[in-house]
């Protein structure tokens, strides 16, 4: 193009030169005039004037050379601009077609987490009407944390005292001629007020757990009832837990014992304790609460069974026998066991608690079922006793002995026995789950202990080798729940066989229960012990070894407001008050002296709790 431009611009040129030479008019042939110096002037002039146009011209087409350059340039770089705009339009045609159909799927991700949002908005708006709130609960690296407990403030009246704060020890219910059964006592207490904390953490194939629970029911060895009230701080439960996906749970630590009857499975913290004020519960209840690895299956949430190895102690109470054994000792204050010791009026002491030297855990072992009506299980208790017996103790001088002169240790041994029981519970809900109605049953040789009653496990043969005691406990509930009422009833009664034997050497009978121990004196009150006023006087001639306790309770719980079931949560107020009453019954025992019989021991209490419960 920049060619063709530049050939029509000199011909252009050319033929306006050519026109301007022929428009001048031709002159008429004449002669030839002489050629002067003013002509060839005039001539030169011509000349040098069309030289000046031509060079002009020149200088003309130079700037239109110059200016058709610069077009061209423009042009090219406008194509060249109009090429690269083109390319960018094409790719940004292809960014946009991209980025829309991106906008497209987003939109439709948008739309279905929008529908899945509130699907489960719905379903958790579901849920949470069904069960109402989630406990409040602290989020610490992975692990959700729930506090929980209760704090109370109780009383108990008792007809005949007991100097027990509202936690009541059956077997010491008194004989009718002590002194304080004719005398009642009252004592408000919020001893029993609660703390626990819950820890939770969800891995891929397991679920991790931890519990603590803790009271104040603690004796210290400045406690008292005069000013500050200073009791303290008492552990019930401390352990862990890991529950994995394929049924398999692994629980150790100090908890409920796997004697303890559950609601669900074999389930920590599904515990069916007494509704009860008195945090000993009720007689016929089976329970400890002790160190404790236990190991559990759950087949299809149908069946479950566990196994526990738990800390085993042994009971035992014996009379009249000579000092050819030895159970335990008391504690070791460095070995963190409890070193006191108790004074009484006549300078002699009692240790305030006893350890034995056990051999082996207590093993135990339960099968629960949930058919789909009712709450079953069966359990079985395994536990191995074990003293040292001195044989020449009592009987040195005999030709056994090698007729020794004193009490000696020469030929003692170890002697043991095996012990245990089996047990079964059912409980069964009806009226909607309004109405629970519960059997417990266990019974065994050496496992007193486990009776809320605290019976003893052993006695002692007259040759110093224990004497396991048969016992047998059973308890009845009836549990009524509402949304503002819970009405509950327990009859329990826990049973001690006798262990008795006959001591050639000394003449005298031994053991526990036995029908030649002297009754004749608990009908009969004595002096006070002191003269201090706090050390009633001790019945003479007056054993009185519990054959059976029996207890009946009835109590109501209030419950006003009950944050579970309100919109948010903030707790629950109960209050409610509980009766109580008390017989044990003792074995028969004459001693050959007057006053044989049985006696009894009566109690009637009346208790009474507030209690505010952190949200659950």
């Given at each position: 193009?920049?060619?063709?431009?530049?050939?029509?611009?000199?011909?252009?040129?050319?033929?306006?030169?050519?026109?301007?030479?022929?428009?001048?008019?031709?002159?008429?042939?004449?002669?030839?005039?002489?050629?002067?110096?003013?002509?060839?002037?005039?001539?030169?002039?011509a000349?040098?004037?069309?030289?000046?146009?031509?060079?002009q011209?020149?200088?003309?087409?130079?700037?239109?050379?110059?200016?058709?350059?610069?077009?061209?340039?423009?042009?090219?770089?406008?194509?060249?601009?109009?090429?690269?705009?083109?390319?960018?339009?094409?790719?940004?045609?292809?960014?946009?077609?991209?980025?829309?159909?991106?906008?497209v799927?987003?939109?439709?991700?948008?739309?279905?987490?929008?529908?899945?949002?509130?699907?489960?908005?719905?379903?958790?708006q579901?849920?949470?009407?069904?069960?109402?709130?989630?406990?409040?609960?602290?989020?610490?690296?992975?692990?959700?944390?729930?506090?929980?407990?209760?704090?109370?403030?109780?009383?108990?009246?008792?007809?005949?005292?007991?100097?027990?704060?509202?936690?009541?020890?059956?077997?010491?219910?008194t004989?009718?001629?002590?002194?304080?059964?004719?005398?009642?006592?009252?004592?408000?207490?919020?001893?029993?007020?609660?703390?626990?904390?819950?820890?939770?953490?969800?891995?891929?194939?397991?679920?991790?757990?931890?519990?603590?629970?803790?009271?104040?029911?603690?004796?210290?060895?400045?406690?008292?009832?005069?000013?500050?009230?200073?009791?303290?701080?008492?552990?019930?439960?401390?352990?862990?837990?890991?529950?994995?996906?394929?049924?398999?749970?692994?629980?150790?630590?100090?908890?409920?014992?796997?004697?303890?009857?559950?609601?669900?499975?074999?389930?920590?913290?599904?515990?069916?304790?007494?509704?009860?004020?008195?945090?000993?519960?009720?007689?016929?209840?089976?329970?400890?609460?002790?160190?404790?690895?236990?190991?559990?299956?759950?087949?299809?949430?149908?069946?479950?069974?566990?196994?526990?190895?738990?800390?085993?102690?042994?009971?035992?109470?014996?009379?009249?026998?000579?000092?050819?054994?030895?159970?335990?000792?008391?504690?070791?204050?460095?070995?963190?066991?409890?070193?006191?010791?108790?004074?009484?009026?006549?300078g002699?002491?009692?240790?305030?608690?006893?350890?034995?030297?056990?051999?082996?855990?207590?093993?135990?072992?339960?099968?629960?079922?949930?058919?789909?009506?009712?709450?079953?299980?069966?359990?079985?208790?395994?536990?191995?006793?074990?003293d040292?017996?001195?044989?020449?103790?009592?009987?040195?001088?005999?030709?056994?002995?090698?007729?020794?002169?004193?009490?000696?240790?020469?030929?003692?041994f170890?002697?043991?026995?095996?012990?245990?029981?089996?047990g079964?519970?059912?409980?069964?809900?009806?009226?909607?789950?309004?109405?629970?109605?519960?059997?417990?049953?266990?019974?065994?040789?050496?496992?007193?202990?486990?009776?809320?009653?605290?019976?003893?496990?052993?006695?002692?043969?007259?040759?110093?080798?224990?004497?396991?005691?048969?016992?047998?406990?059973?308890?009845?509930?009836?549990?009524?729940h509402?949304?503002?009422l819970?009405?509950?009833?327990?009859?329990?009664?826990?049973?001690?066989?006798?262990?008795?034997?006959?001591?050639?050497?000394?003449?005298?009978?031994?053991?526990?229960?036995?029908?030649?121990?002297?009754?004749?004196?608990?009908?009969?009150?004595?002096?006070?012990?002191?003269?201090?006023?706090?050390?009633?006087?001790?019945?003479g001639?007056?054993?009185?070894?519990?054959?059976?306790?029996?207890?009946?309770?009835?109590?109501?719980?209030?419950?006003?407001?009950?944050?579970?079931?309100?919109?948010?949560?903030?707790?629950?107020?109960?209050?409610?008050?509980?009766?109580?009453?008390?017989?044990?019954?003792?074995?028969?025992?004459c001693?050959?002296?007057?006053?044989?019989?049985?006696?009894?021991?009566?109690?009637?209490?009346?208790?009474?709790?507030?209690?505010?419960?952190?949200?659950?």
């Open positions: 193009m920049n060619s063709a431009w530049k050939s029509c611009a000199i011909l252009l040129l050319a033929t306006s030169l050519v026109a301007q030479t022929n428009t001048e008019p031709r002159a008429k042939k004449t002669k030839a005039a002489p050629i002067t110096a003013a002509d060839v002037q005039a001539l030169r002039d000349i040098a004037a069309q030289q000046a146009a031509l060079a011209q020149q200088q003309q087409i130079q700037e239109l050379r110059d200016t058709l350059q610069r077009k061209d340039q423009a042009v090219q770089q406008a194509t060249m601009a109009a090429t690269d705009a083109a390319g960018k339009a094409d790719a940004a045609q292809a960014q946009a077609s991209q980025q829309q159909q991106t906008v799927a987003l939109k439709s991700d948008v739309s279905d987490l929008k529908t899945n949002m509130l699907n489960t908005t719905m379903t958790l579901e849920t949470q009407k069904s069960i109402g709130e989630a406990p409040t609960a602290i989020h610490f690296k992975g692990v959700t944390i729930t506090p929980g407990g209760f704090l109370a403030a109780e009383t108990v009246w008792r007809s005949r005292a007991l100097g027990a704060d509202i936690n009541t020890p059956f077997n010491s219910v004989m009718p001629g002590a002194s304080q059964s004719s005398v009642s006592e009252f004592f408000g207490s919020g001893r029993q007020s609660r703390i626990s904390m819950l820890a939770q953490g969800q891995l891929t194939s397991v679920k991790l757990s931890g519990y603590y629970e803790a009271d104040f029911l603690g004796v210290g060895t400045t406690s008292n009832n005069n000013q500050s009230n200073s009791y303290p701080l008492r552990q019930r439960q401390a352990w862990g837990q890991a529950a994995f996906n394929n049924g398999w749970t692994v629980t150790g630590g100090q908890m409920w014992s796997l004697v303890t009857e559950t609601k669900h499975g074999t389930d920590n913290r599904t515990e069916a304790t007494p509704l009860t004020i008195d945090p000993q519960y009720t007689v016929g209840f089976s329970w400890a609460r002790q160190y404790g690895i236990r190991l559990s299956k759950s087949f299809n949430n149908k069946v479950w069974f566990a196994v526990s190895a738990e800390n085993s102690q042994a009971t035992v109470t014996s009379h009249g026998n000579a000092a050819n054994f030895l159970v335990g000792s008391a504690g070791n204050n460095s070995g963190l066991y409890n070193a006191g010791a108790s004074a009484s009026a006549s002699s002491a009692a240790n305030l608690a006893n350890y034995s030297f056990n051999p082996s855990p207590d093993v135990i072992a339960k099968l629960a079922f949930e058919p789909g009506f009712g709450h079953y299980e069966v359990f079985g208790v395994y536990s191995r006793f074990r040292r017996v001195f044989p020449c103790e009592e009987n040195f001088a005999s030709a056994s002995c090698g007729s020794l002169t004193a009490a000696s240790a020469v030929q003692a170890n002697a043991s026995k095996n012990g245990g029981g089996v079964a519970n059912a409980r069964w809900s009806f009226a909607d789950k309004h109405l629970d109605f519960g059997l417990h049953a266990f019974g065994g040789s050496g496992v007193g202990r486990y009776g809320t009653s605290g019976l003893p496990d052993a006695s002692i043969h007259a040759n110093g080798t224990l004497d396991l005691v048969r016992s047998y406990q059973g308890l009845g509930t009836l549990e009524w509402g949304a503002k819970d009405v509950y009833m327990n009859a329990g009664a826990e049973y001690a066989s006798r262990a008795s034997d006959f001591d050639p050497i000394s003449g005298k009978p031994v053991g526990y229960g036995s029908p030649a121990f002297s009754n004749s004196g608990c009908l009969t009150e004595t002096v006070p012990g002191a003269a201090t006023g706090f050390f009633p006087g001790g019945l001639s007056c054993t009185a070894d519990t054959r059976v306790l029996i207890e009946g309770t009835f109590g109501v719980w209030f419950k006003p407001y009950d944050g579970a079931k309100e919109k948010v949560n903030r707790g629950r107020i109960q209050f409610g008050p509980q009766f109580s009453y008390v017989d044990r019954n003792t074995w028969y025992g001693g050959g002296t007057a006053g044989c019989g049985e006696p009894h021991g009566l109690d009637a209490m009346v208790f009474t709790s507030f209690r505010y419960y952190l949200p659950q």
